[in-house]
């Protein structure tokens, strides 16, 4: 079992390079979506020509690190390569083709499975944003902690398609504020950026907004279509954020009644 053994171990080798790769580009302002098909696409070699290489190749911190995935992905495809080979002419494991084949399958879930955990991302982004913020000089703040994110609140980006609820909208007429979410920063796609969205910034097809609410509002919201179906999906996300309000208000009076001394 030496090379379905050393095919495991390359690929969680693999799938942990591309992930701290995604985390630093991050850190140099690409966005999440961005930042991981960067990775992918300088690690495996069979990337596409897009604005988002060509600003990746002129930034210098972005410039090293997409180099030193090709180096690693180069050197990582050979050992899967040979590993196969290995795994399939082996003089002595010849005679367990199917076990060998079961343990491969089974590894290869139990590795995807393991890399979904968002308690295995989070450990991978904190080692990662502490060794940038050690061996390099790109800047890289914890930017959970100092927006003191918790329970289902969350900080994350959404790709505005032409279909989207959100395109060729203003954020006056949007209301995202009554569904409890909160638009921080559009980045549009010829790279500019805009810090300060008011109620006449028009979200348009293409933009990438940062928002910041409840994860399932959030998934919700990146999920509405336009027309009278997202109109309707709208008012729902409100009254359920309206309901969702009442409830935490309630739970903290009932906190606070807890703690106080009796009459």
């Known amino acids: 079992m030496t090379a379905v053994a050393s095919l495991l171990i390359v690929i969680i080798i693999s799938l942990?390079?591309?992930?701290?790769?995604?985390?630093?580009?991050?850190?140099?302002?690409?966005?999440?979506?961005?930042?991981?098909?960067?990775?992918?696409?300088?690690?495996?070699?069979?990337?596409?020509?897009?604005?988002?290489?060509e600003a990746?190749?002129?930034?210098?911190v972005r410039r090293r690190i997409v180099m030193?995935?090709?180096?690693?992905?180069?050197?990582?495809i050979a050992a899967v390569v040979a590993s196969i080979i290995l795994t399939a002419v082996a003089p002595e494991e010849a005679g367990n083709p199917i076990l060998r084949f079961l343990v491969l399958t089974v590894g290869i879930i139990l590795i995807w499975v393991a890399f979904k955990?968002?308690?295995?991302?989070?450990?991978?982004?904190?080692?990662?944003?502490?060794?940038?913020?050690?061996?390099?000089?790109?800047?890289?703040r914890d930017y959970s902690a100092l927006l003191h994110l918790g329970g289902s609140y969350v900080v994350t980006e959404l790709v505005v398609n032409p279909h989207d609820w959100l395109a060729g909208r203003d954020l006056g007429t949007l209301g995202l504020r009554q569904e409890g979410v909160v638009l921080l920063g559009v980045d549009h796609p010829d790279g500019t950026y805009l810090g300060v969205p008011v109620a006449e910034t028009i979200i348009q097809p293409g933009d990438v907004v940062i928002i910041y609410g409840r994860r399932h509002a959030i998934a919700e919201l990146d999920q509405r279509p336009q027309g009278a179906a997202g109109d309707a999906a709208h008012a729902a996300a409100v009254a359920?954020?309206?309901?969702?309000?009442?409830e935490e208000e309630a739970a903290s009076e009932a906190d606070t009644g807890t703690g106080a001394p009796a009459g």
Not at 22 to 30: F, Q
Not at 117 to 140: A, C, E, M, N, P
């Open 68 to 76: 030193a995935l090709m180096l690693l992905g180069n050197a990582g």
């Open 240 to 246: 359920r954020n309206a309901r969702a309000i009442d």
């Open 117 to 140: 955990s968002d308690w295995i991302d989070r450990q991978i982004t904190r080692l990662t944003i502490r060794g940038l913020g050690r061996w390099t000089d790109i800047d890289v």
């Open 16 to 53: 942990i390079v591309t992930r701290m790769a995604t985390i630093a580009l991050t850190a140099t302002g690409l966005s999440r979506e961005s930042a991981r098909f960067q990775a992918r696409s300088a690690f495996s070699g069979t990337g596409f020509t897009t604005s988002e290489s």
């Open 56 to 60: 990746v190749v002129r930034h210098p």
